[in-house]
């Protein structure tokens, strides 16, 4: 019996962004299926080691390869891992991205002053170098302003989510003031955002803009 492949297949970090996805997906196109994989595993080893080892980076790769064998787009929505899926642009048919390169690509064309926000401390040189490359693609100068909130990281893991986002979006008012845009680092920061009032700059996160990449994508690649 031929198993029907998804339309976009998503790794995850962890469980909470199975529901993010599912409803941008409802919301923005309905149409499509969707199937998702959680592999906290990854994002603990990353944060044990310190950095993406070779191991994990490559523990990534095959766990993003099996999701490619069943689904038209595999999309990565942990930004530690992400250039794990980047790296696969000569392995495989299926578009394999990266959750928050669209995100990146976006802040560059708002704005040279780019301020990156982040809870989890691995996450901050794998944007870093993110923003670098989409600025470099881009042919623009930049300036990269970093924000650290671990000490609200424990809160998301412990599942006080309404915390962690109140605790994101008190941090942000002060990380506004000198830089032209925000980019939240990990997905799970998004709905912070909601919750800062007029900080009179764009703070983006990657899931809505990287959802429509991937639809795009999947549109390219149909």
């Given amino acids: 019996m031929t198993s029907t492949r998804a339309d976009i297949a998503f790794l995850h970090t962890a469980s909470v962004h199975v529901g993010t996805f599912n409803a941008l997906a409802a919301e923005l196109a309905p149409q499509l299926t969707l199937t998702h994989s959680v592999r906290e595993d990854l994002l603990s080893a990353a944060e044990k080691a310190g ?22 787009v ?74 650290v909130f671990d000490d609200v990281w424990n809160l998301f893991r412990e599942g006080r989510l309404t915390d962690y986002y109140e605790g994101i979006a008190t941090r942000l008012v002060d990380a506004a003031r000198n830089v032209d845009v925000i980019v939240l680092a990990q997905a799970s920061m ?27 994508a999947l549109a390219v690649a149909e």
């Avoid at 950095?51 to 038209?72: F, G, K, S």
């Fill in 51 to 72: 950095l993406v080892t070779p191991a994990i980076d490559l523990m990534t790769q095959e766990a993003l390869l099996a999701l490619a064998e069943n689904a038209r």
């Fill in 74 to 147: 595999v999309v990565c929505t942990c930004s530690t891992l992400g250039a794990s899926a980047e790296a696969l642009d000569d392995e495989t048919s299926v578009p394999v991205l990266r959750i928050d390169r669209a995100m990146a690509d976006l802040a560059v064309k708002t704005g040279r002053r780019i301020g990156v926000a982040a809870c989890a401390p691995t996450t901050v040189p794998n944007t870093q170098t993110l923003i670098r490359s989409s600025a470099a693609r881009a042919k623009r100068e930049i300036a990269i302003r970093t924000f």
């Fill in 190 to 216: 998004a709905p912070a955002a909601l919750m800062c009032g007029d900080l009179k700059i764009p703070v983006l996160s990657s899931p809505r803009i990287g959802f429509e990449a991937a639809v795009q």
